[in-house]
C-alpha cells in the first residue's frame, strides 16, 4: 500500500526566503508522486508531478522537487518566497497497481512573512 | 475550456438530514472521482466512477452514503442520514483516461450540526 507523510503541519519563512516543504512516501511500486496546492477558497491545483522521467521536476510559480528513490522523498522546494506563496500544499502518490486513486499527505500550510 | 465544478459550494445542515453533493466534470473526462478531507486530515479517496460504472468504492465510509453518475456525465453523492463525523470538505476530480491527471474542483464545505 502506498502513503504520503509530509513533515510539518505548518511552515513559516519570510519573503525572499528558501521555501522547503517536506514529503517523503511509501511505496513497493515505482510512483507517481504529485504536489498540489490550494489557495484559500479554491481547489486543489497540480503544482507539478513526477512520473520517472527526470528526477528534478519544475513545476508552476518557481517550484520545483527532487526525486530521490534512496531517501523515499519528493521535497518541494521554492528559491525565494513571494506572499502569494501562503496557501496550503499536499503531497500526493499514484501507482498503477494501486488503483487510480491518489493518495494525499496531511497538508502543510505555508506563512510567508513580510 | 470550464473546470470541474461542484454544487454546493457550502451546506449547513443537521445531524440525521440528508444532503446531495453534485460534482460536474470537465466535458470528455470519463474518470471522476470523489475525496473528501475530514476536520484537517489527509484528504481521502472515497470511489472513482468511469463513465457510469463504478469502478472502485473502497473508499467510501458506510452505506449512508450514495454516489451516481447518470448517462456518464454529473456525479451525486447523497450522505443520508449525515452524521456529525461527516463534516468536511468534498472534493471531485475527472480525468481523461485513468492515467491521466486529475483536475479537481474547488470542493464542497460541508458542516453537519
Known sequence: AQSVTQLGSHVSVSEGALVLLRCNYSSSVPPYLFWYVQYPNQGLQLLLKYTSAATLVKGINGFEAEFKKSETSFHLTKPSAHMSDAAEYFCAVRTDTGGFKTIFGAGTRLFVKA | ?113
Not at chain 2, 73 to 79: A, D, P
Not at chain 2, 90 to 98: D, L, N, P, V
Open chain 2, 1 to 113: 475550456e470550464a473546470g470541474v465544478t461542484q454544487f454546493p459550494s457550502h451546506s449547513v445542515i443537521e445531524k440525521g438530514q440528508t444532503v446531495t453533493l453534485r460534482c460536474d466534470p470537465i466535458s470528455g473526462h470519463d474518470n471522476l472521482y470523489w475525496y473528501r478531507r475530514v476536520m484537517g486530515k489527509e484528504i481521502k479517496f472515497l470511489l472513482h466512477f468511469v463513465k457510469e460504472s463504478k469502478q472502485d468504492e473502497s473508499g467510501m465510509p458506510n452505506n449512508r452514503f450514495l454516489a451516481e453518475r447518470t448517462g456518464g456525465t454529473y456525479s451525486t453523492l447523497k450522505v443520508q442520514p449525515a452524521e456529525l463525523e461527516d463534516s468536511g470538505v468534498y472534493f471531485c476530480a475527472s480525468s481523461e483516461g485513468r492515467y491521466n491527471e486529475q483536475f479537481f474542483g474547488p470542493g464542497t464545505r460541508l458542516t453537519v450540526l
